[in-house]
């Protein structure tokens, strides 16, 4: 007996210790993130090395909890619950977070730029601090930029090597004005559908085609309904990490550094890792019995006067915000490209 009187006084003076332990390592915060990006994705990866790096940087005290494939729910769902504060992260495109800052369509305008290197200037230096007032004024905050990639036409019935080959057709379209004003310019019928819809409708032939990236129709499966990709490579579309501003807002410095820490970094990864898996992954698509068609010069040229067409349809009833963001792009690729022709 008087053994177990002196474990259990041990006990007793041990516990508090443990707990207050505990308590120690426990986060202060949590940032649930949400991206419809599966697993194995350069997207999901980097979330996961964000993860990491984040952890580690404020000794646990930021813990990140990714909510991957959708299972949260389609990129404007997700979007709408980071605004509201349901969520306190997502990892989306510029079409989705659009939903939200809608002069953020200006960055879906087809045939914007004309390479990575122009839509890395513009993005990092050019509308940075732009884009990032634009996010706060609606309860946002940009963590960093990442990247969709290069959008190209996926199809069941076809290689799209004109605007002609798309007329009439029933194309998913990103619920997006600007994407919208894309298919009507290029004589296609959009329908709009969520990222989630887009597989079954492609099987059951509710539409003809869609456009987005080899990354993303691979890593949705979309691949395994279609017959044709055309390398049109008509948008480029970056995407980001955002996060809501009253729970940005409310960390500490310190843990408020380590969620922006990724600029300096994991954004430049991760955009180098997905335009290096891209032309593995069109590669791969024989394997899937996907046929791919690589555009001449020509026949990407026959897209020019309705690519206009189309900007200038949404500019139209955009409104300043957008038509302003619009023109600093613009202003700010002519001195580009004086420079890199």
Known sequence: MKLVRVLLVAVACVLPFAFQ??????????????????????????????????????????????FLGGILGDENETVSQCARGQIQGVGASTGA????????NVL???YLFRN?????????????????????????????????????????????????????????????????????AFGAQPVPIAVTEVLTSLQTGVIDGYDNTPLFADAAQWTSATKYYSLTQHIYQPAA???????????PEDLQ???L???TGLMQQMRKEIRALTPLLIDNFKYKKVQ???????EKASFDAPAKKARDEYLKTAGPAANALYTKIVTGLAEYRKTHP
């Not at 332990?21 to 991206?35: D, G, M, N, V």
């Not at 791919?292 to 020509?298: D, E, H, K």
Request: net charge positive; hydrophobic share 45%.
């Open 116 to 184: 990575e290197a122009e839509a890395d200037y513009i993005l990092d230096t050019v509308i940075l601090s732009t884009v990032e007032q634009a996010l706060r004024a609606k309860g946002l905050v940009l963590g960093f930029w990442s990247e969709n990639g290069y959008r190209s036409f996926g199809t069941g019935y076809g290689f799209v090597k004109s605007p002609a080959d798309l007329a009439g057709h029933k194309m998913r379209s990103q619920e997006s004005p600007a994407h919208l004003a894309m298919y009507r």
């Open 257 to 259: 550094k380590a969620a």
């Open 261 to 263: 820490s990724p600029r």
């Open 21 to 66: 332990a505990r308590a120690q390592t426990a986060p202060a915060y949590t940032l649930k993130i949400a991206s419809v990006a599966p697993e194995g994705t350069p997207w999901a990866e980097g979330i996961t090395t964000f993860k990491k790096q984040a952890e580690s940087q404020t000794a646990g005290k930021l813990a990140i909890r990714p």
């Open 108 to 110: 879906e305008l087809p």
């Open 241 to 251: 990490i955002i996060y809501n501003k009253a729970w940005f807002d409310a960390l």
């Open 292 to 298: 791919v068609y690589a555009l001449s010069a020509a």
């Open 97 to 104: 977070i659009a939903s939200i800052v809608p002069e953020l």
